[in-house]
């Protein structure tokens, strides 16, 4: 049988696992990458999800691993993925899905459900591949991923691949295939509406890919047709376990060559590019704030806000150097380095942190669209943790699922 039928090269048609006769509001939950400073998020979700199904108990929340228990929590991941698998609650297509995601606030993402080959990925910088990282990867944080995808049986992903499409070539045809509805129905915890349809004409499809391919080469001269927009790690993680698997002559190597990810447009109304805030714990703001000033060099005023009060800090003026100067201040100042530094997604997170009276919390402006994929061309990946597709709430919810094991 083979794993992957119809191919562009780079993207491919998944075969693609849905779950069936359950409560899908509980089966899917947004990404593990999220709420890292609140676990009870996590624990008021596990709550309600209960002993039903639920793509929860097949994932491993960030929040969760510090806690010692990380083996037990991987080896009930791999029990719940068998026992999801065999028990009947998945259903299997081999299409394309067409995805609408309506946020509370009324604006709709879309997006497609496709496979991408990881021999055409690279994480690492100055790399020329034709999907590459837009962020700086910390191998540090690819263990645990390795550690939970090189044992499991399926993939569920979290994973948003950016196209710089300005004529909307792919979902043109896209939105001219769309078939039978797979899924339609209210997010969990604020997430919104998801809608999933099979897309029909796949051949369509690869065909708009190999036209957007040729485009890019014609605006850029580059090589590059997909950018890591969100999942980074867990991709690279992904890839980690393919050159892995080769090496090792796994046969299960050709099912893990792929990757299932949500491709999106940059130009699409529903995206917005979110800052990543910064919070320290274990730090006084005040001071905090005191020592970054001494080396800033920038003309924007921002602040850093710690147990309510609010203490003025200059950044250079451009997001993305601002974050690449608070960053090499995070990583070397011995004050920073005493307490712990997390990555917050969502203006409202950021603003309750800056309350706590052991917390420096800095909110960070947002990064502009226009140039994006210039950027990455000329430089490479930015500056780790620069930019997030949306509020924590708009992030990708794990839905669809991919076998990726020996059953």
């Keep these: 049988m083979k794993v992957i039928s119809e191919t562009h090269g780079t993207v ?103 496979a991408i080959d990881l021999a055409d990925y690279d994480y690492r910088a100055g790399n020329k591949a034709k999907i590459r990282a837009t962020e700086g990867t910390v191998e540090e944080r690819l263990p645990p991923r390795v550690k939970i995808r090189e044992q499991s049986l399926l993939e569920l992903p979290h994973i948003m691949l950016l196209m710089d499409d300005p004529e909307n070539i792919v979902f043109s045809a896209v939105e001219k295939a769309c078939g039978e509805t797979l899924y339609n129905f209210e997010l969990n915890c604020g997430g919104g509406r998801i809608n999933g349809s099979a897309v029909s004409d796949s051949a369509a499809v690869l065909n708009a890919f190999d036209k957007l391919y040729e485009s890019m ?36 190597a050709e099912l ?34 005191a020592r970054l000033n001494s080396k800033a060099k920038g003309k924007s005023n921002a602040a850093v806000k710690g147990g309510g009060k609010k203490y003025p800090v200059w950044l250079p003026d451009n997001p993305i150097d601002a974050v690449e100067f608070l960053q090499n201040f995070l ?34 402006a947002p990064v502009p669209k226009s140039g994006f994929t210039e950027y990455i061309i000329r430089h ?13 709430e708009e992030k990708r919810y794990y839905l669809e699922a991919r076998l990726i094991g020996k059953i």
């Design 12 to 114: 491919a048609v998944p075969k693609v696992l849905i779950p069936q006769n359950t409560d899908l509001n509980k089966w899917s939950v947004v990404a593990c990458d999220q709420f890292t400073s609140d676990k009870n998020y996590w624990d008021n979700l596990s709550d309600y999800v209960g002993g039903e199904p639920s793509a929860l108990r097949l994932i491993l929340p960030e929040c969760y691993l510090d806690c010692g228990d990380e083996t037990s929590r991987r080896d009930a991941i791999n029990t719940a993925m068998r026992k999801y698998y065999l028990g009947g609650v998945f259903f299997e297509t081999e299409a394309f899905i067409a995805v609408k995601r309506e946020f509370k606030s009324g604006k709709v993402r879309n997006g497609l459900i496709a």
């Design 331 to 364: 990583n070397t100042d011995s004050l920073v380095l005493s307490g712990k530094t997390d990555y917050i997604h969502g203006d409202d997170v950021i603003e309750k942190l800056g309350e706590r009276d052991d917390c420096a919390a800095v909110a960070l």
């Design 256 to 289: 893990k060559r792929y990757a299932l990810c949500e491709i999106v447009n940059i130009y699409d109304d529903g995206i917005d590019f979110e800052p990543i805030h910064r919070a320290v714990f274990g730090v006084d703001a005040k001071e905090f704030a």
């Design 217 to 252: 080469q014609k605006r850029f001269g580059d090589n590059l047709l997909l950018m890591v927009g969100d999942g980074n790690h867990s991709l690279a993680a992904a890839k980690k376990c393919y050159e892995n698997a080769v090496k090792a002559n796994d046969p299960t």
């Design 380 to 392: 490479g990946v930015l500056p780790k943790k620069t930019f997030s597709m949306g509020q924590a």
